[in-house]
């Protein structure tokens, strides 16, 4: 690319032992209208191209650092899910871990629980004299809880204090067919609700007012109570009896965090472009 007021000339001669064609010339470079000699004409280079180069770079960083500051805040998730299984009645601790302050800034904290059943049975023997309509339901129970942390939600109210994940079924029973009370034969005034695979969920954001507690670099305990369920109405004297149903699940909890913080940034981009200035 040729220099800013850099003139370069050459004149083209006729070959003077033939007389024809065109040779070319030295090449002359002027500047303002006075010839250079070579080591002037590398010194003028070397200046001008050392000036170019220092307004591209500054410009290139000026560009970098206006793109990082007006940038948003690039958002992630932080997901940690525990699983517990067995036959209620039982109680397991689940341990998560905090998060790291030094990450960048906590937005949110969510909890949702998971609780699936499969199996189990529940029969219901009408032993009053009328004929009744009785409605029969069979699962599992699950509450939350944790002295580490909260688990209130934005609306001030506990998170998956009692989940009840459960089948139902209504059966229509003859009175009393004469085998007393604890006692069933498979007659007309029985039914028998047999398990099957059921699920069922609860989720909540923590209140902002505790969202601390989530914060740090060490670990937090939740409890999952897993309780047995099961319920039947509608006839004075229906009496019942179950099989427990096994019960799963997972309790997740979930960090919603930018980073770093956009003050940050611009604190970073304004120093770096007082710093071109300078330089400049």
Do not use: C
């Amino acid at each position: 690319m040729p220099l800013r007021g850099v003139r370069i000339e050459q004149k083209n001669r006729r070959n003077k032992r033939t007389g024809r064609g065109l040779r070319f010339g030295p090449i002359e470079i002027k500047i303002g209208g006075q010839r250079l000699r070579p080591r002037a004409v590398r010194f003028v280079e070397k200046k001008e191209r050392i000036v170019v180069m220092r307004k591209a770079i500054t410009l290139g960083l000026v560009a970098v650092v206006l793109g990082v500051v007006s940038a948003p805040a690039a958002a992630d998730v932080i997901t940690q899910t525990e699983l517990f299984s067995g036959t209620p009645d039982f109680v397991v601790p689940l341990t998560f871990d905090r998060f790291d302050p030094s990450m960048g800034t906590l937005l949110s904290v969510e909890i949702e629980m998971i609780l699936n059943i499969d199996g189990g049975y529940l029969l219901v023997d009408n032993d009053g004299v009328d004929p009744a309509v009785v409605h029969a339901e069979l699962g599992s129970s699950g509450n939350l809880s944790s002295v580490d942390v909260s688990l209130t939600n934005v609306l001030g109210q506990p998170i998956a204090s009692n989940l009840v994940t459960f089948q139902d079924d209504d059966f229509s029973l003859a009175g009393e067919d004469g085998d007393g009370p604890n006692n069933q034969n498979n007659g007309p005034d029985e039914a028998t609700l047999t398990g099957g695979a059921y699920s069922n969920s609860d989720s909540g954001f923590i209140h902002a007012a505790f969202m601390g507690n989530y914060i740090g670099i060490t670990t937090f305990d939740i409890l999952a109570d897993i309780n047995q369920y099961f319920s039947h109405s509608g006839g004075s004297g229906v009496e019942g009896a179950f099989g427990p149903v096994f019960a799963d699940g997972q309790v997740t909890v979930t960090y919603n965090w930018i980073v770093p913080e956009p003050s940050t940034l611009s604190l970073l981009g304004f120093g770096a472009l007082a710093l071109i200035r300078r330089r400049s």
